[in-house]
Nanobody, 127 residues
Framework: QVQLVESGGGLVQPGESLRLSCAASGRTSSNYAMGWFRQASGKEREFVAA????????SYADSVKGRFTISRDNSKNTVYLQMNSLKREDTAVYYCATTRAAKYGSILVRDSSYDYWGQGTQVTVSS
């Protein structure tokens, strides 16, 4: 059974940065996609960023493009989300997710494409 554990959330001021990490256990290969989603209070969960099985397939939500960077370290079974120039509207619980098998491309923006989810980490951007 694959388990995901997020870390790195916290309280920051607008304009500051945070780096989220998501460590996956129970894996025997790196042939899977990983993504980040977020859910603000009272809103539906939304796509943030995803990285496909090959690392060549990377996508971002328009709202974070140019500010957030997703990356992965297959040797550690970990995916990262570097968040720069944070805004108040980035405040949410951030979830990482992963697929059971290799997936690429536009389907990764859909939460239904993922098979395993972490418990979430709170990011609060406030002055």
């Amino acid at each position: 059974q694959v388990q995901l554990v997020e870390s790195g959330g916290g309280l920051v001021q607008p304009g500051e940065s945070l780096r989220l990490s998501c460590a996956a256990s129970g894996r025997t290969s790196s042939n899977y996609a990983m993504g980040w989603f977020r859910q603000a209070s009272g809103k539906e969960r939304e796509f943030v960023a995803a990285i496909g099985s090959s690392d060549l397939s990377i996508s971002y939500a328009d709202s974070v493009k140019g500010r957030f960077t997703i990356s992965r370290d297959n040797s550690k079974n970990t995916v990262y989300l570097q968040m720069n120039s944070l805004k108040r509207e980035d405040t949410a619980v951030y979830y990482c997710a992963t697929t059971r098998a290799a997936k690429y491309g536009s389907i990764l923006v859909r939460d239904s494409s993922y098979d395993y989810w972490g418990q979430g980490t709170q990011v609060t951007v406030s002055s």
